[in-house]
């Protein structure tokens, strides 16, 4: 528990002169020392000039963004004309020194015609003298904090059916603070699992989430009255930045979210956007049975489970019952059932319609809510076929939320199915950079260069995504469809079998079918269709294809994937791609059905980059 200050005690921190600070960045097998201005891997120095240092450094410090070229030669040559060739030509120096060959964009990614970005993971070392920082009630001495984690609150005495209160008074912060450009919050998903993390000080949770600061607390409920006592504490010393405790009604509990919020934004970032500020103090609704119903449909969703995702859908369409204008509710009904229709839970007719209605409801009460952008991204790709108006829609989400793992995700799909599979690499390793210890995005990243035909990369990403927990079952589904694209049949079919019975998923359960079909298990594979058939599930024409695919019944397949454009099913737009059907390539028929959807591919094209496993 902190303690208020004396007033001497406030004087003593006021006085505190803050001794240097050397820090070194690192990512990969290197570390930058931004003190001596020098790139080592390991003890060796690696040669650089000092303006392939200074753009490595911007670059860095933007980790995740596109850096525009005007920015960069603005940079690297304040008030000096140079051409735009001498930014190309450092850019291709420090990219040799990483050891990226043609192709390879493991740090530094292009942003055709915009700029460049830099995508790996990087973490802040903090090195002798000890980092001390003096903290006084003017913003601009605040200590200058980068990354920053909400954990879920401790409740005390909650009963009833509110302990969704803490996590979801974690969530609703999370989402509020990530509208602060300067400061990268860690999303809800990597916050979780500290539901119950007392066993744990806040200095060790804090670094093993790698973040600057720690947004922790204590929620308690006397009758009528919630009380929050909360903290931020610098995760460098355990110091606590600020403190402070909020008594109010129950029925009042967003006006602890708006003050804390405020107290936040106050301690972290020095200067707000006038953008910034306005998104800080904006409620998205003012009925609180609507805010607590959204805060509970959020807790479930985030189970990522059918059931999950049905509870969340019922707390949404009630919250919307309290308040027709609340966007955030209306979208996140649309992301709720765009992902049942997304995993293979819901058929288009049941959610199609729908989404579209609610994605529209939200942004015409928010215009700039980032996340109902990105859902309409995937309703204007996964159904309606319109590319390049799914590309904006992502980008303008991006804009609203750069710091927005999920939407980041989101994108990287989009580009998987077009084949662009540098720009997916790139932007999965941008969603694992803001939130590293995700296995989701782990996991996405390694679909990423399966797609793209990086086998060993594929395989290794999905290994360190089951390092959060065996039970994950897309990691099982990438291993297995590796395994496949190695030939390896044996090893495929059990990793499959084990992502089905973990999962259920209709994509899973083909790519099983898949599997069996191609290692001579012909029975096994038509029991795995029919699971795929009424009454057993509905009807799933794409995932029913991949299975005949695996059978050598190509003009049955081709029917079924013809069956699954006029289903307008999801992950059709994957066909291009699609490892599991190239069997199918050269079809005329398949052709045209690309055509149909608008993903031609040129005569002698292998997309995919790599064998499915047919025989």
Request: hydrophobic letters at 45%; one cysteine or more; a negative charge.
């Amino acid at each position: 528990m902190v303690r208020g200050s004396t007033a001497d005690e406030a004087h003593a921190r006021k006085s505190m002169v803050s001794q240097p600070v050397r820090y070194s960045y690192e990512f990969g097998p290197f570390r930058l020392d931004t003190a001596r201005r020098c790139l080592l891997r390991g003890e060796e120095r690696i040669a650089l000039s000092g303006k392939a240092v200074d753009l490595l450094i911007v670059l860095i410090e933007n980790c995740g963004q596109v850096v525009d070229k005007d920015e960069l030669m603005a940079r690297l040559w304040p008030d000096t004309n140079v051409e735009e060739a001498n930014l190309t030509v450092h850019v291709s120096a420090l990219r040799k020194a990483l050891g990226e060959g043609a192709g390879d964009r493991r740090y530094i990614a292009t942003a055709s015609g915009r700029g460049y970005s830099f995508v790996a993971g990087v973490e802040t070392v903090f090195e002798a003298p000890a980092r001390r920082v003096a903290i006084s009630e003017t913003a601009d001495q605040q200590p200058r904090l980068q990354s920053m984690a909400v954990l879920p609150f401790t409740p005390v005495g909650l009963e009833g059916g509110d302990e969704y209160l803490a996590l979801g008074l974690a969530d609703a912060l999370i989402t509020r603070l990530s509208s602060l450009r300067q400061v990268v919050l860690r999303p809800t998903s990597a916050v979780r699992s500290y539901a119950d993390q007392q066993a744990n000080s806040v200095i060790e949770v804090g670094r093993s989430l790698r973040v600057d600061a720690v947004l922790e607390g204590t929620i308690r409920r006397f009758g009528e009255r919630v009380r929050v006592t909360v903290q931020l504490v610098d995760v460098a010393d355990g110091r606590p930045i600020w403190a402070e405790k909020f008594d109010e009604s129950f029925t009042d509990i967003l006006s602890i979210e708006d003050k804390i919020s405020a107290q936040v934004a106050s301690a972290l970032a020095s200067t707000l956007t006038p953008e910034e500020k306005q998104r800080l103090a904006r409620r998205h609704t003012e009925n609180p049975a609507a805010y607590q119903l959204y805060l509970e449909g959020r807790i479930h969703a985030g189970s990522w489970t059918a059931d999950g995702f049905a509870k969340a859908i019922d707390c949404y369409e009630e919250a919307v019952q309290h308040d027709p204008g609340y966007a955030l509710a209306h979208c996140g009904w649309a992301e709720a059932l765009a992902l049942m229709w997304s995993h293979g839970f819901l058929p288009t007719h049941a959610a199609v319609p729908q989404v579209r209605i609610l994605i529209a409801r939200a942004l015409k009460a928010d215009p700039n809510l980032a996340e109902a952008h990105g859902c309409l991204g995937l309703l204007l790709a996964g159904h309606d076929w319109r590319f390049a108006e799914a590309e904006q829609a992502f980008e303008h989400a991006i804009a609203l939320a750069p710091n927005n793992a999920g939407i980041r995700d989101s994108y990287a799909l989009y580009f998987k199915a077009m084949g662009r599979h540098e720009e997916a690499i790139a932007e999965n390793q941008r969603a694992l950079a803001l939130d590293p210890l995700s296995a989701w995005h782990r996991a996405t990243l390694a679909w990423a260069y399966y797609f793209a035909g990086s086998n060993r990369e594929a395989l290794e990403h999905s290994r360190r995504a089951l390092e959060a927990g065996p039970d994950f079952g897309i990691a099982h589904w990438t291993i297995g469809l590796v395994y496949l694209a190695m030939s390896e049949y044996g090893e495929a079919v059990a990793a499959l079998e084990t992502a089905a019975r973990l999962t259920r998923s209709p994509h899973i359960l083909a790519s099983l079918g898949y599997a069996y079909a191609v290692c001579g298990r012909r029975d096994d594979a038509e029991r795995v269709t029919a699971s795929l058939r009424p009454p057993a599930g509905y009807l799933a024409p794409f995932q029913i294809a991949i299975v005949c695919a695996g059978l050598g019944r190509q003009d049955e397949a081709l029917d079924w994937l013809e069956t699954a454009a006029k289903e307008r099913e999801t992950l059709l737009i994957y066909a291009k791609v699609y490892p599991l059907l190239e069997s199918l390539r050269d079809s005329p028929r398949f052709r045209r059905l690309l055509q149909k959807i608008g993903l031609d591919v040129e005569p002698g094209e292998n997309p995919a980059g790599s064998r499915g496993g047919a025989p």
